[in-house]
T-cell receptor, first 115, second 116 residues
Framework: AQKITQTQPGMFVQEKEAVTLDCTYD???????LFWYKQPSSGEMIFLIY??????QNATEGRYSLNFQKARKSANLVISASQLGDSAMYFC????????????FGPGTRLSVLP | GAGVSQSPSNKVTEKGKDVELRCDPI?????LYWYRQSLGQGLEFLIY????????KSGLPSDRFSAERTGGSVSTLTIQRTQQEDSAVYLC??????????????FGPGTRLTVT
């Protein structure tokens, strides 16, 4: 079974608008971390934001925020005020702290920001 | 400061040959990961090293793949008798380890392997 699901293979957003990239996960571990990474066309993986399973508040990092709904097992990434440079692949990832020792990545969402 | 470095950046090899891919993690990072990314796909976990503990090899696709980490720093991923399906970008990442967002991984630029 997929541990990380990203149902949107591709998304378009108009420059300066907000966009939400979906991520749902599957785990029976009570302690885990959720991560979002950006991969531009140049290929490097760039860490964006982290949410711990015990964090009560949604994580925010500049224009990025994570809409964490623990009961629904979702960790959607919200990008506010999209910029052309936000066009990239976005990967959601999870690490289970008790049951697993490695990261599991979702299949990714390709975001295209339109001028 | 210095990030994760990988070498070579590109490697073209003939089917059946062995290849070695190198990763230099960020100094002080105790955790090191290898991933494989095929064209247009997500990341596939291969192997994980944490300090002096035995590595987690659960992601290695076959016994042709092996990796070692010397002195808790540099790591080498070896692929023996390469096959065309091994063609991919091999990414290395390191993290400070421990807990919480210290698990944040810093990725290297990757090695693009092409098996002809």
């Amino acid at each position: 079974a997929q541990k990380i699901t990203q149902t949107q293979p591709g998304m378009f957003v108009q420059e300066k608008e907000a966009v939400t990239l979906d991520c749902t996960y599957d785990t029976s571990d009570q302690s885990y971390g959720l991560f979002w990474y950006k991969q531009p066309s140049s290929g490097e993986m760039i860490f964006l934001i982290y949410q711990g399973s015990y964090d009560e508040q949604n994580a925010t990092e500049g224009r990025y925020s994570l809409n964490f709904q623990k009961a629904r097992k979702s960790a959607n990434l919200v990008i506010s005020a999209s910029q052309l440079g936000d066009s990239a692949m976005y990967f959601c990832a999870m690490r289970e702290y008790n049951y697993g020792q490695n990261f599991v990545f979702g299949p990714g969402t390709r975001l295209s920001v339109l001028p | 400061g210095a990030g994760v470095s990988q070498s070579p950046s590109n490697k073209v090899t003939e089917k059946g040959k062995d290849v070695e891919l190198r990763c230099d993690p960020i100094s002080g990072h105790t955790a090191l990961y290898w991933y494989r990314q095929s064209l247009g796909q997500g990341l596939e976990f291969l192997i994980y090293f944490q300090g002096n503990s035995a590595p987690d090899k659960s992601g290695l696709p076959s016994d042709r793949f092996s990796a070692e980490r010397t002195g808790g720093s540099v790591s080498t991923l070896t692929i023996q008798r390469t096959q065309q399906e091994d063609s991919a970008v091999y990414l290395c990442a390191s993290s400070l380890g421990s807990s919480g967002d210290l698990y944040e991984q810093y990725f290297g630029p990757g090695t693009r392997l092409t098996v002809t």
